[in-house]
Nanobody
Framework: QLQLVESGGGLVQPGGSLKLSCAAS????????IGWFRQAPGKEREGVSC????????NYADSVKGRFTISRDNAKRTVYLQMSSLKPEDTAVYFC????????????????????WGQGTQVTVSS
């Protein structure tokens, strides 16, 4: 059974940077596509970014394009989300999720595409 653990969240000032990590328990992470999602209080979970199993295809929500970068290191069984130029509206709990189908899909920012989820890490952007 795949387990995912997010880390790297915290409190940062607007304009700052933060790098999140999603560590997987699976022996071979390259079977899985990975998505990053976030949820603010009272709001629906929204897709932030996603990456296919090999790392060759990525997608981003319009709200984070040019500021966030998703990457993966399958040997380390870890997926990263580098966040820059952070804004207060980026404040949320950030989750990573895994899709064992692995291949890129245009719907990869839809949370219903994913079977496995981490517990989330809090990101707060405030002065």
């Amino acid at each position: 059974q795949l387990q995912l653990v997010e880390s790297g969240g915290g409190l940062v000032q607007p304009g700052g940077s933060l790098k999140l990590s999603c560590a997987a328990s699976a022996f071979a992470l390259d079977y899985y596509a990975i998505g990053w999602f976030r949820q603010a209080p009272g709001k629906e979970r929204e897709g932030v970014s996603c990456i296919n199993n090999s790392g060759g295809n990525t997608n981003y929500a319009d709200s984070v394009k040019g500021r966030f970068t998703i990457s993966r290191d399958n040997a380390k069984r870890t997926v990263y989300l580098q966040m820059s130029s952070l804004k207060p509206e980026d404040t949320a709990v950030y989750f990573c999720a895994a899709d064992p189908r692995g291949l890129y899909r245009s719907s990869c920012l839809n949370h219903q595409e994913y079977r496995y989820w981490g517990q989330g890490t809090q990101v707060t952007v405030s002065s």
